[in-house]
């Protein structure tokens, strides 16, 4: 069976609470709203009489504490916050730890279980959305033991007429799965249970041809994509609150969308403005994205990092930020990292930097450097890391870079007698035999004083204030630009530069 199911997430281990970063446990909470829906879940629990018992709620798809109760000496346990509890998917977690999960989207929820088998056992007292929820549970774990039997009969079936009969057997069943999905989303409008069934069915889309009939792949793709959200309704608050919604985006930005920073933004934006200007979805949507590429691995991701802050965080032209979730130290800081990295994303023109030689005679410019490609270094002499790594960089230098073109420009921190000695002393030691440059001593104190003494004869604010420019926090950083002086990597190893330029030049070549 191929089609796409919402099935209820199972135990994994202990229930872990979880706090996100960017105050996203600030969003996931149950606020104090007056007018917060009162609601009450009632569930009596066989084999739990006196024991506690705990509500959570899913934000995401992630669980959060919400609430206790205690069981009474017939194991009915009464959750009846005066706060009022969020339409959502919630889970009642018992000794364990074990849970069982049930939409909660009206007035009253009453159901009934036994502790030995909380999903087996379940009896819905008073619910339509459990009515429905459960109903859909068992009916797919029938199908699901059917569709086990059915396959284990295909692989131990020998000749192409069996086969075939199975395959036959096994396209009916999963033709009545969506087909049952079809019938509870119909006859159910306006309920949570059918739309968290609906978003978990696929778009009927027919299949593109090319003119000689066989199948379209790309558009195919670009079709699937642009269909991939057609069963949500961005607009309802609920969503933030039932897993499947959080599984859908993940799978849409991780796995869909080419990772490409401006594919990215465009199409980010595109879902943000469907999901409206605030509310929920708007924030789970916008903080999602900004803290996985905040977080990304992926080299040039920092792109999309900086479009959403400044897009959706940070004041712009005269406009306010969108986002008031966050306090406003932490925005600030947040939009104070942003701007400072927009400059550096790569693509852009990469800040020029004159600076002196040891002699403190000669001024280099950076732009004016001849190589095609140039990888900048920025490095402290009292940094081990940095006097730990170079010497690898500086080998793969003279075997590899040099040879084909790739320039190095080796930016120091060398501001007191102490760094300007070890600067030369280590130069000296490893024989660095590329370009090295220093905001030195001499040159840092007297532009302490008078920077037009430097400026704009022989340098430039930026190249003196480099740390600022090149938001240089911690050393060593690399960054590798190109002929036109863009930024085309950065944080690479010694083998990864010559790998990225190899391929920059090929993709040149390729018409």
Not at 60 to 73: C, E, F, R, S
Not at 95 to 102: C, H, I, N, R, V
Not at 160 to 180: C, F, G, H, W
């Amino acid at each position: 069976m191929t089609t796409s199911t919402f099935v209820p997430m199972p135990l994994r281990g202990t229930l872990t609470l979880l706090t996100a970063t960017l105050a996203l446990a600030a969003l996931a909470q149950n606020k104090p709203v007056p007018d917060a829906p009162k609601r009450t879940i009632e569930v009596q629990i066989g084999g739990l009489e006196k024991d506690t018992v705990y509500l959570a709620n899913y934000y995401g798809n992630k669980l959060y504490y919400a609430d206790t109760a205690v069981a009474d000496a017939k194991g009915v346990a009464v959750f009846k916050d005066p706060k009022g509890y969020k339409a959502g998917v919630y889970a009642v977690v018992v000794p364990g730890p074990k849970y069982f999960e049930l939409i909660l989207n009206e007035p009253v929820v009453k159901l009934a279980t036994d502790q030995s088998d909380l999903v087996g056992r379940m009896q819905v007292k008073q619910s339509r959305e459990n009515e429905i929820f459960f109903g859909y549970i068992r009916f797919l774990n029938e199908k699901k033991l059917e569709g086990d039997a059915l396959r284990a009969q295909l692989d131990a079936a020998k000749d192409p007429i069996a086969q075939a009969s199975v395959r036959a057997r096994m396209d009916e069943l999963d033709k009545a799965v969506k087909q049952y999905q079809r019938d509870l989303v119909a006859n159910n409008p306006g309920t949570l249970a059918s739309s968290l069934v609906k978003m978990s069915m696929n778009v009927d889309l027919p299949e593109p041809r090319k003119p000689d009939g066989s199948l379209d792949s790309a558009a195919s793709y670009y079709q699937y994509r642009a269909h991939f959200w057609d069963h949500f309704d961005l607009r309802d608050e609920r969503l933030v609150r039932v897993r499947v919604f959080a599984d859908k985006l993940d799978e849409y930005f991780s796995r869909l969308v080419p990772q490409v920073p401006d594919t990215i933004n465009r199409l980010a934006d595109e879902l943000i403005a469907r999901a409206g200007d605030s509310g929920e979805v708007f924030k789970y949507i916008v903080h999602s994205i900004t803290y996985k590429y905040e977080s990304s691995d992926i080299m040039g991701m920092d792109a999309v990092f900086v479009h959403m802050a400044l897009t959706y965080y940070c004041p712009r032209d005269g406009r306010p930020g969108r986002v008031d979730w966050m306090e406003q130290d932490k925005l600030d800081k947040l939009c104070e990292r942003a701007r400072k990295m927009a400059p550096l994303v790569l693509g852009r023109k990469a800040p020029n930097i004159i600076l002196t030689d040891s002699t403190e005679q000669q001024w280099i410019s950076m732009h004016d450097l001849k190589a095609e490609y140039v990888v900048i270094i920025f490095w402290d002499p009292h940094c081990g890391h940095c006097k730990k790594e170079l010497p690898d960089i500086h080998k793969a230098y003279l075997e590899k870079m040099r040879p084909n073109g790739i320039e190095v420009y080796a930016v120091a921190k060398a501001v007191d007698e102490s760094l300007m000695k070890d600067w030369k002393k280590f130069i000296r030691e490893n024989k660095l035999e590329w370009v090295n440059v220093a905001l030195t001593k001499t040159v840092y104190e007297e532009a302490k004083k008078d920077p037009r003494k430097f400026i704009p004869r022989y340098t430039t604010i930026e190249s003196l204030n480099y740390a600022d420019t090149y938001d240089v926090f911690s050393t060593p950083k690399i960054f590798l630009v190109d002929g036109e002086r863009k930024f085309v990597g950065k944080s690479l190893s010694a083998d990864q530069i010559y790998d990225l330029v190899s391929k920059l030049r090929e993709r040149k070549v390729k018409p």
